[in-house]
Structures are given as C-alpha cells and as structure tokens.
C-alpha cells in the first residue's frame, strides 16, 4: 500500500520528471518503492512513500526513514 508524502506544495506538470526509487531499511530489511517528482534542476520530491516508510527534511533535502527502525534507509 503507498500513500501520498504531502511535502512541499507544487503544480504537477506534463514535464515533470518522474521515477522509482526502490528502499531498504539496513536495520529490519523492510523494502519499498517510492515515487519521486523533479520540481527544479536540484531540487527532488517524494511524491509517492510506501506504508512503513516516512520521509523527513533536513537541512539539505528530504530523505526516507524506516517508521519502525527510525534510521535512514537506503536505495
């Protein structure tokens, strides 16, 4: 099951580019898919996380976290 991230407010376009990021959490071994929206040249947004993942800002972007694990995951 996925649910919407709901980061940042943006105007989805047809020239949005758009990919999977495929997730594991290093701790538990909890895979994901993710879905990703480029909204400028350096700046990436999840648009789409998978139910036991969350996605936290910091100083220099968003990245995904195990909900269970509280720990950065990896693509």
Same mark, same amino acid.
């Given at each position: 099951? *996925?649910?919407?991230?709901?980061?940042?407010?943006?105007?989805?376009?047809?020239?949005?580019?758009?990919?999977?990021?495929? *997730?594991? $959490?290093?701790? $538990?071994?909890?895979? #994901?898919?993710?879905? *990703?929206?480029?909204?400028?040249?350096?700046?990436?947004?999840? +648009?789409?996380?998978?139910? #036991?993942?969350?996605?936290?800002? +910091?100083? &220099? #972007?968003?990245?995904? &976290? $195990? +909900?269970? $694990?509280?720990?950065?995951?990896?693509?």
């Amino acid at each position: 099951m *996925l649910r919407r991230a709901g980061i940042g407010a943006h105007t989805q376009s047809m020239t949005d580019a758009r990919w999977i990021e495929h *997730l594991r $959490c290093p701790n $538990c071994g909890k895979t #994901g898919q993710a879905e *990703l929206v480029e909204v400028s040249q350096f700046n990436n947004r999840f +648009e789409i996380v998978p139910i #036991g993942f969350k996605v936290i800002t +910091e100083q &220099y #972007g968003s990245n995904p &976290y $195990c +909900e269970t $694990c509280n720990v950065p995951v990896v693509p």
